[in-house]
């Protein structure tokens, strides 16, 4: 996607992958307020690299009318620009170039996941969407920002408190970039997944333009709320909220998702993917392909990571890991777009065999997004696992206590719970008011993370208070879904040919 508007982006030095087939030919990164000229807003990076308590921030209302002014260079109608950049990569070669370096038996693997449905290759290919949206209009504010943030990467998961709350949940592509891009990989997997359940081109208008109003009102009401007050915010979707009402369908589907959200625990997932053993004990079921068990050696290895990952943890939770054992550890497939990145499932046990404890090992690569922003810190550039943890700590509401990161093979990893009380609202069932009520909830969580990690002020001047911005989303989106589907079929066409190998139905 490419815009004809007027655009902050500056044109820097082309930027490599390590594929030999394919190679990024131009790399544009978002300008910085200050490379324009503007002044009043700091990015998060800058505040962490810069921090001085002694200096004042610039009152909200200031910071507002920035934002608003930044209309002026990069209009809120420029987003609905939909012609394509004539130097579009070819989605396959941008594909072939993020499986570089992920284990090539899972390869094929991955291809079948993306090759199910339009969808699913949007979920699959945020390497591709990246580039596209380093081509598109941004007003120059930037956030900590998911850079994955499609409709099914929110959902509902447990706080340390065994709260069910509903928030994002994935934060591999988690760095600091234009908060639009993050609206606009929301806007178009809503009318993505829009089309897969059956509405037409003006219902799926109408519920991108309830995501963005959604993202608008949020992000409005949040401008001039305390800074604390912000990070105090949850949303439990089992609670009554003054700001919204759900209709009867919605709040039925979402009330099975609660129940199911809290069976989801270490006790319950015992025995849905572990077995006793001859001898006893406890051992993780194989399924393959997904859940394999690895060699010896690989498992001391994990076991030293997860001795490693240790020191990651505060003291005192530190002294609780030290509590469990590992008694089995095993390779574990996941999602779509992380197929054959290297991730592992280590069972535990604290005071006996009813005190579980299921720990995710997962490898962590370069975001998608990273060819077209500023560098980060040096640190989070030497350990993919620590960008991750902290963009995770740094957008979700409330985060696992045993969030951590390790090192395996010199590659980086980060440890969480796995299934620590999730469960997914399943989009597929929504239509109609169901569905509009789904993709606003989702733009009005986008806008409090954003909240957290950028600032707010800015943000809601730039989209101001009528629908304008939605409408432009709204168009672009449309045109997005087209895309999606002609990359898909692409895909579809070279797998049939014999030109992509996949494994189909996994």
């Known amino acids: 996607m490419s815009s004809g508007a007027k655009s902050v982006a500056k044109k820097s030095k082309p930027a490599k992958t390590s594929s030999a087939k394919f190679v990024i030919t ?25 921090f001085d308590l002694r200096k004042s921030n610039n009152p909200w209302e200031k910071r507002r009318n920035i ?27 941008l594909l072939a170039a993020s499986n570089v ?56 998961y447990g706080t340390p408190q065994r709260d069910v709350i509903f928030d994002l949940n994935d934060f591999d592509e988690a760095t600091v970039g234009p908060w639009e891009w993050d609206l606009k990989r929301l ?68 009330a099975k998702c609660v129940a199911k959200a809290k069976q989801q625990t270490n006790a319950t997932l015992l025995t849905k993917i572990s077995e006793r053993g001859v001898s006893g004990g406890w051992r993780l079921r194989e399924d393959p392909p997904v859940l394999t068990h690895v060699d010896d050696a690989t498992r001391e290895k994990i076991i030293d990571g997860l001795n490693e990952y240790a020191e990651s943890l505060s003291l005192e939770r530190r002294y609780m ?95 969480r719970q796995m299934k620590n009380m999730k469960a997914s609202v399943p989009v597929e069932w929504l239509t109609g008011e169901s569905f509009n009520f789904y993709a606003w909830a989702c733009g009005m969580l986008l806008a409090r993370a954003h909240s957290r990690g950028g600032d707010a002020a800015a943000i809601a001047g730039y989209c101001g208070g009528t629908p304008v911005l939605d409408k432009a989303l709204a168009t672009w989106a449309e045109a997005y879904g087209d895309q999606t589907e002609r990359d898909h079929e692409q895909l579809v066409k070279a797998i049939k040919s014999g030109k992509v190998k996949a494994i189909m139905g996994v």
């Open 321 to 415: 890991l030290s509590r469990y054992h590992v008694v089995d550890v095993a390779h574990r497939i996941v999602g779509v777009g992380s197929v054959g990145t290297r991730a592992y499932l280590a069972l535990l046990f604290g005071n006996s065999d009813d005190d579980p404890l299921f720990l995710q090992v997962k490898e962590c690569v370069a975001p998608a997004h990273a060819p077209y922003v500023p560098q980060l810190p040096e640190l989070y550039r030497k350990h993919e696992g620590k960008r991750v943890v902290v963009g995770q700590r740094a957008l979700q509401a409330s985060s696992d206590i045993m969030l951590g990161t390790t090192t395996i093979d010199g590659r980086p990893y980060f440890v």
């Open 187 to 254: 806007v178009a997997s809503v009318n993505v997944a829009a089309r897969e359940n059956g509405m037409n081109k003006t219902e799926r208008s109408e519920a991108v333009m309830r995501a963005v109003a959604g993202y608008r009102f949020n992000i409005d009401r949040l401008r001039n709320m305390g800074v604390l007050d912000v990070w105090y915010l949850h949303a439990y979707p089992d609670r009554e909220s003054p700001l919204y009402k759900m209709d009867s369908k919605t709040s039925a589907v979402i």
């Open 67 to 93: 934002g608003k002014g930044l209309r002026e260079q990069t209009p809120r109608e420029s987003h609905a620009e939909t012609r394509p950049a004539a130097n579009r990569p070819d989605p396959l070669d």
């Open 101 to 156: 370096g992920r284990r090539e038996d899972l390869i094929p693997l991955r291809m079948g996941r993306m090759a199910a449905s339009p969808f699913t290759f949007l979920r699959g290919a945020a390497c591709v969407m990246a580039w596209d949206l380093s081509k598109t209009p941004v007003s120059g504010i930037q956030v900590i920002m998911c850079g994955d943030a499609h409709i099914n990467n929110f959902g509902l």
């Open 26 to 50: 131009l790399r544009e990164t978002p300008a910085t307020l200050a490379e324009q000229g503007v002044e009043g807003i700091r990015t998060p990076g800058d505040r962490v690299l810069k």
